[in-house]
């Protein structure tokens, strides 16, 4: 009997072990409000966590800078309240490259004129953001938001090719650590 109970011990981790996935953690610290560097179509650029908004948002005000598009849209489902008013008209935008360390962000960006905001968060933090990661983004990544540690980060599966990682992005960290999934 106890050979059947530490046979069937001794399967179960050999099944966790190699059932492990081995995940790469990419992390960025900030301070105060959650404001990290990512990558907008292969420039440094600021840009905000927004637990409040669902969407996720480039200025259109820095489109030649990143040299994006913007696509005209009379979509009323992108009519949305916030920024100080109730109807702000949101527009498609094409050609965003955004990444977070290695990782390239994929899902819709919508543009809007956030100079306002941007400025605002510049005056008190001296970081001009180019756009907001809203929670649909956020959600689809599995972005972790600790205020008590002052850190952003994601999970990623590792590629299987172990590729040397360089970053000089400012405050951006990656770590390995292993998931083991059933």
């Known amino acids: 009997m106890k050979s059947k109970i530490v046979t069937f011990m001794i399967v179960g981790l050999i099944h ?16 105060g ?6 990558m907008l179509n292969g420039q440094k650029t600021w840009v905000l966590l927004d637990t409040g908004s669902d969407f996720t948002v480039l200025d259109t005000k820095v489109k030649d800078k ?3 598009h913007i696509l005209s849209s009379n979509d009323a489902s992108l009519k949305v309240p916030g ?3 109730t109807g702000n008209q949101l527009a498609p935008a094409s ?7 290695e990782v390239r962000l994929r899902g819709p960006v919508f543009a809007f004129d956030l100079s306002a905001v941007a400025k605002s968060i510049q005056r008190r933090t001296g970081k001009r ?5 809203g929670t649909r983004m956020m959600s689809t990544y599995g972005f972790v938001i600790d205020m008590r ?26 770590t ?4 083991r999934s059933n």
């Open 16 to 31: 966790n072990f190699t059932q492990a996935q081995e995940l790469d953690v990419v992390e960025a610290k900030y301070r």
């Open 149 to 174: 540690s002052g850190t952003a980060s994601i999970e990623v599966k590792r590629k299987k090719k172990d590729r040397k990682r360089e970053y000089d992005q400012e405050s951006l960290v990656v």
């Open 95 to 101: 050609h965003v490259k955004l990444e977070f360390g």
């Open 83 to 85: 920024f100080g008013s």
């Open 66 to 68: 990143y040299e994006f």
């Open 129 to 133: 953001i180019a756009g907001i990661i």
């Open 33 to 38: 409000k959650p404001i990290i560097q990512m």
């Open 176 to 179: 390995t650590t292993f998931n």
